[in-house]
């Protein structure tokens, strides 16, 4: 399987290091900054010896490199910086999109799109219509990050593991999202009989914020460890046909009673 991530940030970067070591296929990188995504690309080579993985990963300025690609993650784009909604960003990064989707479709045309850059519902409905690819093969990365970012929270106000939550967000990647206490669960319990409604209000805010909390913490720059690690476990699923249904931004059509829009919903993928 060939995987490509344009955009060799930090985000792109971490997710390819992940899925190398995953052993999922051979990971091409493709920034059009000189020299950085093969730069990383040798640096995560140099890696094998110690983490004990004979994985393949490859860096080019080509676009044109990732053509056969089963699977396409967009990273590129620029960051949020402090105070700036993702609705300023769709401007800028739409602009960087336009260039890496126009020859998708003749390259890869049968490949699955995650798309990680933001405003990500936004952009991922404009990368729908940018590739001309069918809603089933593009996806934004969105609630699946946030749905994580929930069931941490929940752990640690209940103080349970992290691995007997399951938590359920939906609705747009930002401000708009919506957390769903009564379809959040510990071990088969809701989380509504767990907390009263005070506390789950407390966690449905922290979890909306906590995209921007680590923006302004972080000065420049946003996530990138849990996103690599939301983006990972969409191509693992994608990859080894799990069939298993995790939110991401999909394309509606009359489902929710929702037209011609991209928002987060569960989807079963494979």
Do not use: W
């Amino acid at each position: 399987m060939k995987i490509s991530i344009v955009g060799a940030g930090n985000v792109g970067s971490l997710t390819a290091l992940r899925l190398a070591q995953e052993g999922v296929g051979e990971v091409l990188l493709i920034d059009i900054v000189k020299g950085l995504a093969l730069g990383k690309a040798l640096d995560l080579e140099d890696a094998r010896p110690i983490v004990l993985r004979n994985y393949g990963i490859q860096g080019t300025e080509d676009i044109a490199q990732l053509a056969g690609s089963d699977i396409i993650i967009l990273t590129a784009g620029l960051a949020r910086k402090p105070g700036m909604t993702r609705e300023e960003l769709l401007k800028k990064n739409a602009e960087i999109l336009k260039v890496v989707c126009a020859p998708l479709k003749k390259l890869a045309p049968k490949a699955k799109v995650i798309v990680v850059t933001n405003p990500l519902d936004l952009m991922t409905y404009f990368v729908l219509r940018a590739t001309g690819f069918r809603p089933n093969q593009v996806m934004g990365m969105g609630v699946s990050l946030d749905a994580a970012r929930f069931a941490n929270l929940i752990s640690q106000e209940l103080n349970v593991s992290v691995l007997d939550i399951d938590a359920c967000v939906i609705g747009s990647h930002g401000e708009g999202m919506m957390p769903l206490a009564r379809f959040s669960q510990v071990k088969g319990i809701t989380l509504d009989e767990l907390l009263d409604e005070t506390k789950i209000e407390a966690l449905v805010k922290r979890t909306i914020s906590r995209g921007l909390e680590i923006v302004t913490l972080l000065g420049s720059g946003s996530a990138y460890f849990a996103p690599s690690a939301a983006i990972a476990s969409l191509v693992k699923t994608i990859s080894k046909d799990e069939k298993r249904t995790i939110g991401v931004s999909a394309y509606l059509n009359g489902e929710y009673g929702v037209k011609d829009v991209c928002i987060g919903v569960p989807c079963r993928l494979g």
